[in-house]
């Protein structure tokens, strides 16, 4: 094959082995939160007999995301700074798209069963979206509770990633997708989505303003007099995530490892690549050479990495699908790692310049974008092209029964 046709070719990313394992693929969850089991599994119940049965759940999902990508579009355009405030519509808008994003999320694979139409492709796609959202869901939130061009943005995006990837690896060795009592997709969403409409109510300076004066004595004792809102309420959702998220992933882990007579501790350098990519956006980040946060780079910046995010965990869920070996390494790490080193090396070394201005920072880190977006696109066309050459089916289509016209009466 040549070159170029190697190009064009998704056997360099499926190949026929893994497409012919997909026969051995069965979907799997538990989600053991009372509020989805009584509240909103009725709630999802109705809204699915809202679609039409010749609509295809991959393109219910695509619905959800593409709304909180128009609303990210209107919030980086009203609120370039990522502080505001703005109309209050914006962060109705906001609260709404993630709303609805997060019921057409559980209304697809509901429909891919009423209709039919249920395969790996969905839940490969579904998670793939998911994956995005952690980067663009993310930073609409934070642009709609007004963190600015500071570190409790990308603190925040890290919330929403470090998380997923955890479920997305503990799905691969275990084959469920577990989700607890309580957990992000279900009352994480919702919290999520009050606290866009109270900074639509009130304004997002509630966020900012100091701690006493909304939480009590025995809490803001423990932090000094101006620490704001926000970075208590994170410190909570982080204490929950360190206890009761990663914990029980891990314990899965090893039990699915000691079940299938892995190495554990042999498995756990499974979290080399999240940990390449945390670090990495860190030392950038954190480089006083850097630009990204003093010259309000933010969005740009986790727009970037949220991409290189989403192809890593959607290579794992891949490999889950197609019961495959864990994929270790993505092209698409490469520029931030290199990034990160340009920027941070000087700092180390005790350098009073870095090695690279500002504006070549800004200019690489567009390239970075670009090569990062086109690679994702071509690399999830051709997987998506395999999928539905081998399985027979369409991304964003299926088969309908045409209505059978009425014999005329004689």
Same mark, same amino acid.
């Given at each position: 094959?040549?070159? =170029?046709?190697?190009?064009?070719?998704?056997?360099?990313?499926?190949?026929?082995?893994?497409?012919?394992?997909?026969?051995?693929?069965?979907?799997?969850?538990?989600?053991?939160?009372?509020?989805?089991?009584?509240?909103?599994?009725?709630?999802?119940?109705?809204?699915?007999?809202?679609?039409?049965?010749?609509?295809?759940?991959?393109?219910?999902?695509?619905?959800?995301?593409?709304? #909180?990508?128009?609303?990210?579009?209107?919030?980086?355009? !009203?609120?370039?700074?990522?502080?505001?405030?703005?109309?209050?519509?914006?962060?109705?808008?906001?609260?709404?798209?993630?709303?609805? *994003?997060?019921? !057409?999320?559980?209304?697809?694979?509901?429909?891919?069963?009423?209709?039919?139409?249920?395969?790996?492709?969905?839940?490969?796609?579904?998670?793939?979206?998911?994956?995005?959202?952690?980067?663009?869901?993310? !930073?609409?939130?934070?642009?709609?509770?007004?963190? $600015?061009?500071?570190?409790?943005?990308?603190?925040?995006?890290?919330?929403?990633?470090?998380?997923?990837?955890?479920?997305?690896?503990?799905?691969?060795?275990?084959?469920?997708? =577990?989700?607890?009592?309580?957990?992000?997709?279900?009352?994480?969403?919702?919290?999520?989505?009050?606290?866009?409409?109270?900074?639509?109510?009130?304004?997002?300076?509630?966020?900012?303003?100091?701690?006493?004066?909304? =939480?009590?004595? *025995?809490?803001?004792?423990?932090?000094?007099?101006?620490?704001? &809102?926000?970075?208590?309420? *994170?410190?909570?959702?982080?204490?929950?995530?360190?206890?009761?998220?990663?914990?029980?992933?891990?314990?899965?882990?090893?039990?699915?490892?000691?079940?299938? $007579?892995?190495?554990?501790?042999?498995? !756990?350098?499974? #979290?080399?690549?999240?940990?390449?990519?945390?670090?990495?956006?860190?030392?950038?980040?954190?480089?006083?050479?850097?630009?990204?946060?003093?010259?309000?780079? &933010?969005?740009?910046?986790?727009?970037?990495?949220? &991409?290189?995010?989403?192809?890593?965990?959607?290579?794992?869920?891949?490999?889950?699908?197609?019961?495959?070996?864990?994929?270790?390494?993505?092209?698409?790490?490469?520029?931030?790692?290199?990034?990160?080193?340009?920027?941070?090396?000087?700092?180390?070394? $005790?350098?009073?310049?870095?090695?690279?201005?500002?504006?070549?920072?800004?200019?690489?880190?567009?390239?970075?974008?670009?090569? &990062?977006?086109?690679?994702?696109?071509?690399?999830?066309?051709? #997987?998506?092209?395999?999928?539905?050459?081998?399985?027979?089916?369409?991304?964003?289509?299926?088969?309908?029964?045409?209505?059978?016209?009425?014999?005329?009466?004689?």
């Amino acid at each position: 094959m040549t070159l =170029f046709g190697s190009f064009f070719s998704g056997k360099n990313f499926v190949s026929d082995k893994q497409l012919d394992n997909l026969r051995h693929y069965k979907y799997s969850a538990v989600d053991l939160s009372p509020v989805s089991k009584y509240i909103l599994q009725p709630y999802w119940n109705f809204a699915v007999t809202l679609f039409p049965m010749w609509m295809a759940p991959n393109l219910i999902t695509l619905l959800g995301f593409g709304g #909180v990508v128009i609303n990210l579009a209107a919030a980086l355009y !009203l609120i370039p700074d990522l502080v505001g405030p703005t109309y209050p519509a914006m962060y109705f808008s906001a609260a709404a798209g993630l709303w609805i *994003y997060s019921t !057409l999320d559980n209304v697809d694979g509901k429909q891919a069963r009423r209709t039919g139409s249920s395969s790996p492709l969905g839940e490969l796609f579904d998670h793939g979206c998911d994956a995005l959202n952690c980067a663009v869901g993310g !930073l609409l939130q934070a642009a709609c509770m007004g963190l $600015g061009h500071t570190w409790r943005t990308p603190a925040f995006m890290a919330i929403t990633t470090i998380p997923f990837y955890m479920s997305t690896w503990e799905e691969y060795h275990t084959g469920t997708l =577990f989700l607890g009592f309580v957990n992000g997709p279900t009352e994480g969403l919702i919290a999520g989505v009050a606290l866009l409409i109270m900074s639509g109510m009130y304004g997002t300076h509630i966020w900012m303003q100091p701690a006493t004066n909304v =939480f009590p004595e *025995y809490i803001t004792r423990h932090f000094s007099a101006d620490t704001p &809102v926000f970075d208590i309420m *994170y410190l909570f959702t982080l204490s929950l995530v360190l206890v009761g998220h990663i914990p029980p992933c891990l314990i899965n882990i090893r039990r699915a490892c000691i079940a299938k $007579g892995k190495s554990f501790a042999v498995t !756990l350098l499974e #979290v080399i690549p999240i940990v390449i990519f945390s670090v990495s956006c860190y030392c950038w980040l954190a480089s006083p050479f850097s630009s990204i946060i003093s010259g309000q780079h &933010v969005p740009l910046f986790l727009l970037t990495v949220g &991409v290189i995010f989403g192809r890593m965990a959607t290579k794992i869920i891949l490999a889950h699908v197609t019961k495959s070996a864990f994929p270790w390494f993505t092209v698409q790490i490469v520029p931030l790692v290199a990034g990160a080193v340009i920027m941070y090396v000087p700092y180390l070394k $005790g350098e009073k310049e870095g090695w690279i201005s500002h504006a070549t920072e800004i200019k690489f880190l567009w390239a970075t974008l670009a090569f &990062v977006s086109v690679a994702y696109l071509h690399w999830a066309m051709l #997987v998506t092209e395999r999928f539905t050459k081998h399985l027979g089916i369409k991304c964003f289509s299926i088969p309908y029964p045409p209505k059978q016209n009425k014999p005329k009466s004689s």
